[in-house]
């Protein structure tokens, strides 16, 4: 499948700079019910945002044309890749170093009757159409009107609109359409010939109708939180709950607002607003936050001096002395003396986070009276990825023909394009629900073959559960390992997407039973895939998270890896997938563990006193050795 080309415009392609394939290889192809075709060189590169896994392929060697928003030119040219920033900051380095420099506008034959300025990223204000020439067809130019949108996700994001005299897609990007998205949303008049009647009513075939309406060919939609999400709670609420959980602490309370990557400006903004403070933010931050131009006071609401607030967003690896609490080996070496509070970014379904908000709002108040402890931690669930019921109404206001995923999980195997026109199809318009199926079959025949859809196709009439294990909450991957142990919230949320997704199907009337009450894993092959949304702020250290139950009599544990954030080694790759383990006191040590690392295991998952912990790899080896040995387990 040609990566980032748009079917419809095949001289365009988003979010994906890679080279095509030079023969003797074979090209990329362009799938669609009509049958494959080659994918031509494209003309233009259409930048979403600057989140890594949208910059696949871009160098500073870059010779292509790309259109982006403003912000996001300015922030492209600012990237700096984290080793840079750590041998930056212990010294290492003198001066800083984009990623990006040599896409720099640049003065090329100076001096000369040829002198010209040129610039590779071409940056295009929302809401302001440019039309384009894409070649020749037919001896006929062709010619496309680009439009770009905001798409709510972070700084710079960009829906791009892309339509022709007869044809028309719309291509989100990472978009979350919360409320107050989709009210602005179908206000936007550079949209708006293409919102559906609100009573479903259709329109002729044809590409427009009577009314001048016309009918989206196409939304690529951002299917990465798709699956097991359910309703997530809206930003605004949740960003005046955060405000009011911070003003019962005491006065001198240090708060860390844990945004380590682009998509929480709003954190940020609504602190430095409420408390009437800036927000601590270290170098890079501040020259990231003075690229985005749109919202100057994100800029000015932020400050390089860290002893003038009690509110830091600094570089979380690096944080400044006034809210580093911890060693490399965990032992508290600062700040004993003051109460240091980690305000992180989760993702929650809006039922569960309604449960734990009034619990933790119960601490809070118990902690006010004198009768419990401060908790140390805050959750802020603000996602920055629609989940299914927010996609669902982003396809309903438009109707689109057809609708193809921009993301695909690896972990999913395929299952979330197999589900696609179950979730989609009545959202879409007339025939757009045998579109999609067509199109869905005709990229498994090509990435897995026909057995693979045709297996697909039994289990789910026979009611087999075909959801992947997506991991939980993002919570444990923003949280340093001694906080997760003792974080006064009674360990990790522990909301994870497989079980919304489950809740989804069966609002939705689709089967989501299991087998022998465990999920159906197809075929096991090593992971990965990295859910971070930058590479530059993923940790060179992973965590692995473990589910433990302790009997009242402390005799025996039960354990479950809950989720492996890397990648991990041969036999013991997949031990989330292994059925718990119970450890009684005279189970053996499984085979090449030593005993002293058996015994040291079993000790530490005793101590625990959260139901989800961190272990080691050598840790984790020993536990799943023990899932794939039920019998020395006595």
């Known amino acids: 499948m040609a990566d980032g080309h748009l079917i419809e415009f095949p001289q365009i392609r988003v979010d994906c700079f890679t ?27 259409l930048l979403t945002h600057v989140h890594t896994d949208h910059l696949t392929g871009l160098s500073d060697t870059f010779t292509g044309h790309i259109i982006c928003s403003p912000d996001t030119k300015r922030m492209l040219l600012r990237l700096e890749a984290e080793v840079t920033r750590q041998d930056l900051h212990v010294g290492v380095l003198e001066n800083r170093r984009c990623k990006y420099e040599g896409l720099r506008a640049k003065v090329v034959h100076k001096g000369t009757k040829a002198e010209r300025v040129v610039d590779r990223i071409e940056a295009v204000p929302y809401g302001l159409p440019r039309e384009y020439e894409l070649g020749y067809d037919n001896g006929q130019p062709v010619r496309v009107t680009i439009t770009l949108l905001e798409a709510n996700h972070c700084p710079g994001s960009t829906m791009f609109l892309v339509t022709s005299a007869d044809k028309a897609v719309l291509h989100t990007g990472d978009v979350r359409c919360d409320a107050l998205f989709m009210q602005s949303l179908r206000r936007n008049p550079a949209i708006q010939q293409f919102i559906a009647a609100p009573t479903g009513a259709t329109i002729s075939s044809t590409a427009q109708g009577g009314s001048g309406r016309r009918v989206l060919d196409r939304i690529y939609l951002d299917t990465g939180a798709m699956l097991g999400t359910g309703d997530m709670p809206d930003r605004e609420p949740v960003l005046q709950d955060l405000l009011q959980q911070m003003s019962l602490y005491p006065p001198d309370t240090v708060f860390f607002l844990n945004v380590w990557c682009f998509g929480w400006e709003e954190v940020v903004k609504e602190v430095a607003r409420h408390f009437d403070q800036p927000v601590h933010v270290d170098r890079y931050k501040r020259s990231i936050y003075a690229a985005v131009k749109s919202d100057p006071f994100l ?13 830091h967003a600094c570089e979380r690896r690096f ?14 070496v600062w700040n004993a003396d003051r109460r240091v509070v980690h305000v992180n970014m989760v993702e929650v379904k809006a039922a569960g986070w309604d449960l734990q908000h009034r619990d933790f709002v119960g601490k809070l108040g118990r902690a006010a009276l004198g009768e419990g402890p401060w908790p140390f931690n805050i959750d802020c669930p603000i996602a920055r990825h629609s989940p299914l019921p927010e996609l669902q109404s982003l396809i309903k206001i438009f109707r689109p023909r057809a609708v193809s995923p921009n993301t695909l999980v690896p972990q999913a195997q395929g299952i979330d394009y197999f589900l696609l026109p179950e979730l989609f199809g009545d959202r879409l318009h007339v025939g757009g629900y045998e579109t999609v199926v067509a199109e869905r079959n005709e990229y498994f025949q090509h990435r897995f073959g026909s057995a693979y859809l045709e297996e697909l196709d039994q289990l789910r009439k026979a009611g087999v559960d075909l959801l992947p294990d997506l991991g939980g909450s993002e919570r444990d991957e923003y949280l340093p390992e001694p906080q997760i142990r ?39 092959h090593k992971r990965e895939f990295d859910e971070y949304d930058t590479d530059d702020e993923s940790p060179r250290r992973k965590r692995l998270v473990v589910a433990a139950e302790v009997d009242q009599d402390e005799s025996s544990l039960s354990v479950k890896v809950e989720s492996d954030m890397s990648p991990l080694q041969s036999d013991w790759s997949y031990a989330s997938h292994r059925p718990p383990a119970e450890i009684r006191p005279d189970t053996r040590p499984p085979a090449n563990i030593k005993s002293d690392t058996w015994s040291d295991f079993r000790t ?29 387990v006595s």
């Open 604 to 632: 530490s998952v005793k101590r625990q006193t959260t139901p989800r912990f961190v272990v080691d790899k050598e840790h984790l080896r020993a536990l799943a050795m023990v899932c794939d040995e039920p019998g020395d």
């Open 299 to 311: 800029l000015a609401c932020t400050t390089s001096d860290p002893q003038v607030t009690r509110f």
């Open 319 to 332: 944080k400044c002395e006034a809210c580093r609490t911890l060693d490399k080996q965990g032992r508290r």
């Open 19 to 45: 080279s095509p394939p030079i023969p003797p290889k074979p090209p990329w192809l362009l799938l669609s019910p009509v049958g494959p075709r080659p994918a031509p060189n494209a003309q233009l590169f």
């Open 486 to 524: 003792s974080s006064g919230l009674g360990g990790p949320v522990a909301f994870g997407r497989r079980a919304g997704t489950a809740d989804q199907l069966d609002r939705l009337g689709l089967p989501s039973t299991s087998i022998g009450g465990g999920p159906l894993v197809l075929s096991v």
